[in-house]
């Protein structure tokens, strides 16, 4: 089952040097979940290949405007696409009333149904299951009510063990009757159920986003089980002093939590347009944790129980 990260925008407020406000395409086994949506994100769709009719779930994790200000556009892009299928967006409570004055009369014009959820931004909470993935929040440390994302990869099949189906003269046609929930007889005419030829289930892939946040210690345990995580590092630690009076990371911040943590890999982003450069953030994060990684526009990245990957 596969399961992708596409970055679509990693600066902060400003767009700059090229980069583009907050944007994250998450895809799961053809299913696509859309993590922020800053000014500009259509056009990084279009330019990397992401088709906008295969999302169906919008995340945004808070209301500063470089998080969802290109939500309004692309909810019309969808419609004159011809969109059908329903758009479901969670967000924080007052995104709602946003959408409605912004959209208008236009809303009823709509060929799809817009189904809005809002959060909880104080507590964490569970937003969505389906088959393949679990979403969960975070509660974040920043200016306003913020919220990050873990979406932990659901895997249907059962880890059956190779050795235990041969010991038992298991083979061909009745492996299928037992993967269907039938009891079956071994060699020995004994009976065999799923559970008895069946390892524990290896978990599927955690990864969380966690949005403008400054260092929030009361969160690693949340990250304990993360594989990827994705934290803002929008300054060096030279401008610890900025970072803390706008409710933002620094590298060195972004790096720590990762550590504590226990993470396999670390990607940041939310890029100050004062850096064109961003080589000294990136090493500034690999000095305490090596397994850092830019999180630069136009990467995809395959994520895994092992971390990640570029592709």
Request: charged share 20%.
């Amino acid at each position: 089952m596969s399961f992708e990260l596409t970055i679509l925008g990693s600066n902060s407020a400003v767009p700059a040097f090229g980069r583009h406000p907050s944007s994250q395409v998450l895809s799961l086994d053809g299913n696509k979940f859309l993590i922020d949506c800053g000014e500009g994100c259509q056009l990084q769709m279009s330019k990397y290949n992401i088709k906008r009719g295969k999302l169906d779930h919008i995340f945004i994790s808070h209301l500063h405007g470089d998080h969802y200000f290109g939500l309004f556009g692309l909810i019309n892009t969808l419609n004159l696409n011809g969109r059908e299928a329903p758009l479901n967006i969670y967000g924080p409570p007052d995104l709602e009333g946003m959408l409605q004055s912004v959209l208008g009369d236009y809303s009823h014009r709509l060929q799809y149904e817009l189904v809005f959820h809002g959060l909880t931004m104080d507590s964490a909470e569970t937003i969505l299951e389906t088959k393949d993935c679990r979403v969960s929040t975070l509660v974040m440390n920043h200016s306003i009510e913020c919220l990050g994302f873990q979406f932990e990869q659901i895997k249907q099949k059962p880890n059956v063990s190779t050795e235990k189906l041969q010991a038992l003269g298991i083979e061909g046609k009745t492996i299928g009757q037992l993967l269907a929930g039938e009891v079956v007889k071994d060699l020995e005419g004994n009976t065999v159920h799923l559970e008895d030829v069946t390892l524990p289930s290896s978990r599927g892939c955690i990864y969380t986003y966690c949005s403008d946040t400054a260092r929030k210690p009361e969160n690693i345990q949340r990250l304990n089980d993360t594989d990827v995580l994705y934290h803002e590092a929008t300054f060096l630690n030279s401008r610890q002093d900025r970072a803390e009076a706008t409710g933002h990371s620094t590298a060195k911040d972004a790096a720590w939590m990762a550590k504590e943590a226990g993470v396999k890999d670390l990607l940041i982003g939310h890029f100050s347009a004062r850096y064109e450069n961003l080589e000294p953030l990136l090493e500034e994060c690999q000095a305490s944790f090596i397994r850092s990684h830019l999180a630069l526009e136009g990467h995809s990245f395959e994520l895994s129980t092992e971390g990640l990957k570029l592709v």
